[in-house]
């Protein structure tokens, strides 16, 4: 079975180790964990990344010349809305607003302007997306449609993330093969979702059918974990929050138990400011960034090794019939479990 992975990066200003935004607003994390992490990958095995750019980095001209020099890499967009007109905070302290707490016109609007900026740094109309903190709206994709958009990546399978008292994304169940969000209306006018991939190895084997109905049903929920077989961990295609040991088991896992006759379609997510040491929680120094370098390598030399071939989100979404795939409403995404 032809077998794929993509490596987004969510790309974004100078941070601390806690998060917070450092002022004056700087990027120069992007040149730095290219130049000392990713072109080696690309040159050593063909890797194709998928730069996710937030709009302060849109507006950074060495940043943006830093990642449109890296070869067969796609340019997309990753919305935090301190950094995007109309309404927005540069001098903010932390990028912690999601999109879904904006009114719809404001988040439309944000989105518009994200697109324009983007394509006009880069020459490039960026057609994948995330949203920052994975904070997606059910009005998000239809948006994402209008503007030229073909690919979303803001699903984190397994994860719940509670946006203050009343708005919840709560992914358990949600497998990590490609869907097709459909637009709020129920029209075509939606975008293929590629989720990050995030699972629990001992419960790919469940039927799908059974997922849906503990995704919906915490008691439902609760029976379905103890037919676990083996790893009962959730476990993220990510360095540093996964071993490299972790990571392969759930690529394997992932590869026996995949469903539908669609390519494999995997998607290893981190940040740009992972790269440069106290930029993040991560990477604290230089040998935490070079064991970061080490530990993609591993992961890359296993990929090639194994038949799954790299690249970018637009190019594994080309690869998929869409019309073949799921097709999910954005309000059961944004349902809250019973
Ligand atoms: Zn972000």
């Given at each position: ?20 935004v ?41 940043a943006?010349e ?8 796609e ?11 109309p309404d ?5 302290c ?10 719809a016109?404001l ?27 994975f ?13 030229g ?9 397994f994860w ?20 097709f ?16 991939t ?5 419960l ?14 915490r ?7 103890k ?12 360095p ?18 995949w ?11 981190f ?43 637009s ?10 795939l799921r ?12």
């Amino acid at each position: 079975m032809e077998a794929r992975v993509c490596v987004s990066v969510d790309t974004e200003c100078d941070k601390e180790a806690a998060w917070n935004v450092r002022h004056p607003l700087s990027c120069s994390n992007v040149r730095h964990g290219i130049e000392r992490v990713l072109r080696q990958t690309v040159d050593a095995w063909g890797v194709k990344y998928t730069f996710l750019l937030s709009g302060e980095v849109a507006s950074d001209g060495e940043a943006v010349e830093a990642v449109c020099g890296v070869d067969g890499c796609e340019i997309g967009a990753h919305l935090h809305g301190e950094f995007v007109e109309p309404d927005a905070d540069p001098q903010c302290c932390r990028t912690s607003r999601p999109q879904c707490s904006y009114s719809a016109h404001l988040e439309r609007e944000k989105l518009a302007t994200l697109t324009r900026e983007i394509e006009k740094a880069t020459g490039v109309r960026p057609r994948s997306f995330r949203a920052g903190r994975f904070g997606y709206s059910v009005h998000t994709f239809g948006f994402l449609h209008e503007l030229g958009y073909v690919v979303d990546s803001s699903i984190t399978p397994f994860w719940r993330q509670q946006f203050g008292p009343e708005v919840v994304r709560d992914h358990w169940g949600v497998g990590c093969e490609p869907f097709f969000i459909v637009g709020a209306d129920g029209s075509g006018r939606g975008v293929v979702e590629i989720p990050v991939t995030i699972g629990i190895p001992g419960l790919l084997w469940m039927p799908r059918r059974l997922m849906e109905i503990g995704r919906k049903n915490r008691t439902m929920r609760r029976l379905l974990k103890k037919f676990v077989r083996g790893d009962a961990r959730v476990l993220w295609l990510r360095p540093v929050r996964s071993s490299v040991k972790d990571m392969i088991g759930l690529m394997e896992a992932v590869l026996e138990w995949w469903k539908g006759p669609e390519p494999v379609t995997l998607n290893m997510m981190f940040h740009s400011n992972e790269l440069m040491p106290g930029m993040s929680p991560y990477c604290q120094t230089e040998e935490d960034v070079e064991q970061f370098g080490r530990d993609l390598g591993s992961v890359f030399e296993w990929c090639l090794a194994n038949g799954v071939k790299f690249g970018t989100l637009s190019d594994a979404a080309q690869a998929l019939n869409s019309g073949a795939l799921r097709k999910v409403r954005p309000q059961e995404l944004c349902q809250t479990s019973r």
